[in-house]
């Protein structure tokens, strides 16, 4: 769905993760998010009674959608799956954003992990659930390719957490280098578990 198919409120949801994926919880406040989503300022309230909190925590489960549709649009487009090609399309889209983009964005569940986890209860059970509703797919793919069901939930983990670290240490290096380097390296790992 584009940006102009939306009603104020998923605009607003979409805006809130976008924000967040740049500056995190903190710094991201509700005006610029109603300024960003082309919605009036009044309908921050009328959608979203919870505040802010309700929001991000909303943007988060927007979020763990979105990646859970992003693997199964991965493994579709592959003539062979395999766990290795399945992570590094996972990386590739990273590294694709940042060699067209720049490194400004980063993960918005990450973002509200490191800005709420201890403050926030209802943000911190949001974001354990965005990871969850992204790890779940991958371990299900996983074990279609042929990963032993017990072994797919930890390696589903493994792949997200790499990708993760990978994503914040480029964002500091300002270097698609460690995305590539822990796609190199993950990949015949991942493939030889099969």
């Known amino acids: 769905m584009s940006a102009s198919e ?3 409120r998923e605009r607003m949801v979409f805006a809130a993760a976008q ?21 009036p300022r009044g309908s921050l309230q009328h959608y979203f009674p919870g505040g ?7 943007a988060l489960e927007w979020a763990g959608r979105y990646a859970s549709k992003r693997v199964a649009r991965f493994v579709s487009g592959m003539s ?20 067209s983009e720049g490194f400004a964005k980063g993960c918005p569940v990450a973002a509200a992990t490191v800005d709420c986890a201890e403050s926030v209860e209802s943000t911190r059970a949001a974001s354990a ?31 997200i957490s790499s990708l993760e670290g990978a994503i914040l240490m480029a964002r500091a290096e300002r270097n698609v280098r460690p995305l590539r380097a822990v ?12």
């Open 183 to 194: 796609s190199r390296e993950l990949g015949p790992y991942l493939d030889s578990c099969v």
């Open 80 to 99: 062979r799956p395999t766990p290795g090609r399945l992570f590094a399309a996972m990386v590739g889209q990273w590294i694709d954003e940042y060699q």
């Open 129 to 159: 659930a965005a990871f969850a509703a992204w790890r779940r797919p991958v371990a299900r793919e996983l074990t279609v390719m042929g990963v032993p069901a017990g072994r797919a939930d930890a390696l589903a983990t493994l792949m």
């Open 52 to 58: 802010k909190e309700q929001l991000v925590n909303e």
């Open 19 to 39: 924000l967040i994926r740049r500056d995190g919880v903190n710094a991201t406040g509700l005006r610029e998010v109603a300024e960003h989503a082309g919605a």
């Open 6 to 8: 939306r009603g104020p």
